[in-house]
């Protein structure tokens, strides 16, 4: 009996050294904004791994951040917030060394010059309280997000986990901002074409 108890606790030790401390996370990450999966996917295994969040003001003052850490040092960090830009305004801030899809008037842009896989996304979204006919140029949520330190893959992968991770941070702060007349949200975004 007492060979049973020792051999199912080295199998449960063993068990836990083969999982990770991002698998250990909630099934939602940043107060429900983010799957798990997404990050699990963007960072490298970990023994032990966290996530973090804040929220600043609200209305088209609102901005949402989202972090998710390992203890190897390795962040998958975003933020999301309202602001007064239409879609060309916003697309005009990046060069030519990008991978877009856009889908119902939603834009991904992922930076091809930069292994961070830094990715952008933009949500058209007037927020509770503001009329979008009094703003200068149409309202909407803009996400950025990037992996700093290790990714757990790269190049085309962690441009398109990343903007995964962006577009969910936005989604989180669209409903965060109760966002008037917003587009049909998918559950995911179109796939970058290969580069």
Request: charged content about 25%; overall charge neutral; proline content about 4%.
């Amino acid at each position: 009996m007492l060979s049973l108890v020792i051999l199912s606790l080295l199998g449960g030790g063993a068990w836990f050294a083969l999982t990770t401390g991002l698998e250990r996370l909630p099934k939602k990450v940043c107060d429900g904004a983010v799957d798990r999966d997404v990050a699990i996917r963007a960072l490298p295994r970990t023994r032990t791994a966290g996530d973090g969040y804040s929220q600043r003001h609200e209305g088209e003052d609102l901005t949402f951040y989202c972090r998710v850490y390992t203890s190897a040092g390795s962040i998958l960090t975003g933020r999301a917030r309202v602001e007064d830009a239409s879609s060309e305004a916003w697309l005009s801030r990046f060069g030519n060394s990008t991978v877009r899809v856009s889908t119902e008037g939603i834009e991904a842009i992922a930076r091809l010059d930069r292994e961070s896989g830094i990715s952008y996304v933009y949500i058209p979204c007037a927020p509770r309280g503001v009329q979008a006919e009094d703003a200068s140029e149409a309202y909407a949520v803009t996400a950025e997000a990037s992996v700093v330190g290790d990714g757990r893959v790269s190049g085309a992968a962690l441009r398109q986990v990343v903007t995964d991770f962006a577009y969910q941070v936005a989604v989180h702060t669209v409903d965060l901002a109760q966002c008037q007349g917003r587009p049909s949200l998918p559950g995911k975004l179109p796939r970058y074409a290969a580069r």
